[in-house]
């Protein structure tokens, strides 16, 4: 089927503002992580959901973020009050099972977050 | 904690060319080892994997082996296309689901 899709492609905002990010996983993929990814550098994880619930939100910078995955499909990245270090492309990928090193994680497009 | 060293680019080379890109890394656990490419202008898609020492991954003539002795991913390809110019990733997964990245490395091929 399709792959992971991610809108909006490009976000301007603000400082102080509020944004959301959505991600659309493959279907029937159980597990999805965000990932952050600065200019010149690899991506960074931010969450890991296994179906609704978050397992590891350990790389979350601070509580400005948060993310939610309701029904264990669609998960939305929420960033309040953004800062300029923000700006980032912010990466979703989703894998099959989660939890075990051999799964693949399948990356989308990701969204460019600016933030003036 | 677990990390990926990769080296430096951009890797500038001419048409069919031998291309190695050397990756090395450190893991808790006995990680899954992966490389993905990030054409200009598309999202991050894998290249190949390998899941336990010795395991060779190829695509599209690219290939790598995981070599746990010298905890190295070594990315290779034997003639280099200028379709393959893009930002190659060497990542791994301990197990607990995150992947660590590397860097990335530019890769820039001329006709």
């Known amino acids: 089927g399709a792959g992971v899709s991610q809108t909006p492609s490009n976000k301007v905002t603000e400082k102080g503002k509020y944004v959301e990010l959505r991600c659309d996983p493959i279907?029937?993929?159980?597990?999805l992580y965000w990932y952050r990814q600065s200019l010149g550098q690899g991506p960074e994880f931010l969450i890991y959901?296994?179906?609704?619930?978050?397992?590891?939100d350990s790389g979350l910078p601070n509580d400005r973020f948060f993310a939610v995955r309701p029904e264990g499909s669609v998960s939305t990245l929420k960033i309040q009050r953004t800062e300029r270090g923000d700006s980032a492309v912010y990466l979703c990928?989703?894998?099959?099972?989660?939890?075990?090193?051999?799964?693949?994680?399948?990356f989308g497009p990701g969204t460019r977050l600016t933030v003036l | 904690g677990d990390s990926v060293t990769q080296m430096e680019g951009p890797v500038t080379l001419s048409e069919e060319a031998f291309l190695t890109i050397n990756c090395t890394y450190t893991?808790?656990?006995?990680?899954?080892l992966f490389w993905y490419v990030q054409y200009p202008g598309e999202g991050l898609q894998l290249l190949l994997k390998?899941?336990?020492?010795?395991d060779k991954g190829s695509n599209k003539g690219f290939e790598a082996t995981y070599r746990k002795e010298t905890t190295s991913f070594h990315l290779e390809k034997g003639s280099v296309q200028v379709s393959d110019s893009a930002v190659y990733f060497c990542?791994?997964?301990?197990?607990?689901?995150?992947?660590?990245f590397g860097k990335g490395t530019m890769l820039l091929v001329s006709p």
């Open positions: 279907s029937g993929h159980t597990a």
């Open positions: 390998a899941t336990k020492a010795d």
């Open positions: 990928a989703s894998s099959l099972i989660g939890g075990v090193r051999t799964d693949t994680q399948y």
């Open positions: 990542a791994l997964n301990s197990g607990y689901s995150t992947l660590t």
């Open positions: 893991a808790t656990g006995y990680p899954s």
């Open positions: 959901f296994q179906g609704t619930g978050a397992a590891d």
